[in-house]
Structure formats: structure tokens, C-alpha cells
């Protein structure tokens, strides 16, 4: 008869004791700032990889425009949109590692 209801005190004091547990582990990445001092004046980390990503799309068009990649390629907005975000994307991955 009491079963159910035991069973329910059970589920429940568990839920009381895991849900803050789990919440302090999820608040533990929150200690680290992603910040890089640049002359004294923090900038967010994306900002500064984002300005790279960019910088080496345009490295990559130099390139292309030299070799006379940039004739072939079918939708080079695109192309060098992707470059950018996949060097951003890449330079944080390492900046976090």
C-alpha cells in the first residue's frame, strides 16, 4: 500500500540532492574570463580571433588571386566566408586546448 508513495519519497529526495549537485558542477566553467589583455584594455577572445579569421581570409584571396585559383572558383563569397569562419573556429579551438 505505501509502495508507491515510498518510492515517490525516494525519487524525490534524490532529485533534492542531485539537482544542486549538478548544478554546482555546470557553474565550475564560469571561473575563467575568455579575455586576452591587449595594452592594458581586455577584448573578448572571439573578437580578436575573428579579426585573424578574417586577416587570413584575405591572405588566402591573395593567394588564389596569384595563382589564378580565383577565376575557377564557382562562388568565391562563399569560399572565402568559409575560410574565415573555419580558421576562427580553429584558432579558438586551439586557444581553449
Known amino acids: 500500500m505505501n509502495t508507491k508513495t ?3 519519497d525516494r525519487r524525490h529526495r534524490a532529485r ?3 539537482t544542486p ?3 554546482t558542477a555546470f557553474c565550475t566553467g564560469c571561473t575563467h574570463s575568455p579575455t586576452i589583455s591587449v595594452f592594458g584594455s581586455f577584448f573578448p577572445t572571439w ?3 575573428a579579426l585573424l ?3 587570413f581570409a584575405f ?3 591573395a593567394i ?3 595563382r589564378h585559383w580565383d577565376a ?3 562562388a568565391p563569397v562563399i569560399f572565402y566566408l568559409a575560410c574565415a569562419i573555419a580558421f576562427t573556429f580553429g584558432s579558438y579551438l586551439v586557444w581553449l586546448a
Open 6 to 8: 515510498s518510492t515517490r
Open 16 to 18: 533534492t540532492f542531485v
Open 21 to 23: 549537485v549538478l548544478m
Open 47 to 49: 573578437l580578436l580571433l
Open 53 to 55: 579569421g578574417v586577416l
Open 59 to 61: 591572405l588566402v584571396r
Open 64 to 66: 588564389c588571386v596569384a
Open 72 to 74: 575557377a572558383l564557382p
